[in-house]
């Protein structure tokens, strides 16, 4: 369940982790506030932050594995993301 909410968080700017309060449990909450890099937050900051929720590394680990796999991505939208990663750029919708 956090991996999906995780998605939502990142992919839906019009939903946050407070409209998910109600209907979760704490420690699913607790891991999507974990899995969710705050604005200004370095990486490696991001990172040692969600590996203390115990569910976390769990999810990031399924999330970046995932993320490798470019074969079920369309090609322009993994050009583009992979542009994005390399200069910072935000990815366009």
């Known amino acids: ?6 998605d939502v968080v990142e992919d839906c700017p019009e939903w ?3 409209r998910f309060a109600e209907g979760f449990s704490s420690s699913v909450l607790a ?3 974990s899995l969710t890099r ?3 937050e370095a990486y ?12 976390a590394p ?3 680990q399924a999330d970046l594995e995932d993320n490798l796999n470019l074969g079920h991505m369309p090609v322009r939208w993994t ?5 994005s990663s390399v200069t910072g750029t935000p990815c366009p919708s």
């Open 44 to 55: 490696m900051d991001f990172i040692a932050r969600c590996s203390r929720d115990p569910i």
């Open 16 to 18: 946050s982790r407070v």
């Open 58 to 60: 769990i999810v990031k």
């Open 1 to 6: 369940m956090a991996a999906a909410l995780d």
């Open 79 to 83: 050009r583009t993301r992979l542009e």
């Open 31 to 33: 891991a999507v506030d």
């Open 38 to 40: 705050r604005d200004g």
